[in-house]
Structure formats: structure tokens, C-alpha cells
């Protein structure tokens, strides 16, 4: 599993090819190299997105580089992080419902360095678990097994296992085991 790094800080640039240079030096890139990775994995997004075919949606994720386990569900309209999806890892036999969107990195403006972090970080969904419809799972977040996120929730922290969160105050609620 990759590790959580700290990422520059975004600084506007002028120009698209500056735009580009900047961002093929972050990533340690070349130009047209980077180019072509951001066009192909814009393009997989937009088919995952609306396509209605439940695996087909998985396997454009899996080519965009998202870990992606045994007869996981992928809903429609789910963004996995659109910067760094080889840090979405979804383990077997779990589920994200519709409209879900998991973030990776936070990247913001240089002006909030005093404020907020700029960082990539894992998000992981456990074995098992269960993410409701227009949930948001932030960066370094991990959703243990046989968990379930309530619609409508945001998820900052890492949930234990056998737990359900549900919005708006992020309770959290010890499950008993499932039975199989």
C-alpha cells in the first residue's frame, strides 16, 4: 500500500504549458508522458461515471489504477479520486452506492499553508463494507471490514470494523458480527 506524502502546495500558473511543466514536475513526469496519463484517465472517469454496465464501471477504474478487489459493486456516478486513484484501494466484496466520492489528496492554495496540509494520503474500503449514497470519504480514511457509511455522510477518520457512521453528527455504532 502506498504511503501518505506531502504534495506542493497549488499555485495558479500562467499558460497552459507552464500549467503542464508544473504538473509533469510534480509528478515526476515527462511533459507529453503526463499529458497522455491525465488525457486517459479523464476519458476512464467519464466512462466509469455514466456507464451502465456494473463491470465494465469497475474495470475502467481498474485501468485508471484503482486497487480494486473480488466482486466489489461500483454505483453510478462514484468519483474515485481523479489525481491519484492508485491511492483508492477497495477490498473484496465491497460496495460504493451512488454518487459516492472518494478523495485521496487535498491540494489546496499556497495562501491556507498556515490553515490546511497538502497531502496525498490511502483511502481505503474494507472487506466487506458498505458506503451509502452521496457519502465522501476523505484522504488517509480508511472504512474497516463489514462496515457501513450511512447516506449523505462524510467520513474524515478511520471507521473500526463491524461499525455503522451515519450522519449528521458521524455517530458511530457498533455492529454485531455478520452471520454468512
Not at 500558473?13 to 499529458?35: E, T, V, Y
Not at 459493486?73 to 481523479?82: K, T, W
Not at 470519504?137 to 463489514?146: D, F, S, V, W
Given at each position: ?32 508522458a503526463?499529458?497522455?496519463k ?33 466482486n ?42 498556515d ?46 470494523d463491524?461499525t455503522?457512521?451515519a ?6 455504532i457498533?455492529?454485531k458480527?455478520?452471520?454468512?
Amino acid at each position: 500500500m502506498r504511503e501518505r506524502i506531502h504534495i506542493p502546495y497549488h499555485r495558479q500558473k500562467k499558460g497552459l504549458s507552464n500549467q503542464i511543466l508544473d504538473s509533469s514536475r510534480r509528478r515526476q513526469s515527462n511533459p507529453i508522458a503526463f499529458i497522455f496519463k491525465k488525457t486517459r484517465n479523464h476519458i476512464l472517469q467519464i466512462l466509469a461515471l455514466y456507464c451502465p454496465i456494473k463491470s465494465w464501471r469497475v474495470m475502467f477504474h481498474r485501468w485508471r489504477g484503482v486497487h480494486i478487489g473480488n466482486n466489489v459493486f461500483i454505483g453510478y456516478n462514484c468519483m474515485l479520486d481523479h489525481a491519484y486513484p492508485e491511492y483508492v484501494y477497495l477490498e473484496d466484496n465491497c460496495g460504493l452506492t451512488g454518487d459516492v466520492y472518494i478523495l485521496a489528496h487535498t491540494n489546496p492554495k499556497a495562501f491556507f499553508a498556515d490553515v490546511f496540509e497538502s497531502y496525498v494520503a490511502p483511502v481505503v474500503i474494507g472487506k466487506n463494507a458498505w458506503i451509502g449514497v452521496r457519502s465522501t470519504i476523505l484522504p488517509g480514511a480508511r472504512i474497516g471490514e463489514n462496515s457501513v457509511v450511512s447516506a449523505g455522510t462524510i467520513v474524515s477518520k478511520n471507521v473500526p470494523d463491524n461499525t455503522l457512521v451515519a450522519a449528521p453528527k458521524n455517530r458511530s455504532i457498533k455492529l454485531k458480527a455478520l452471520h454468512r
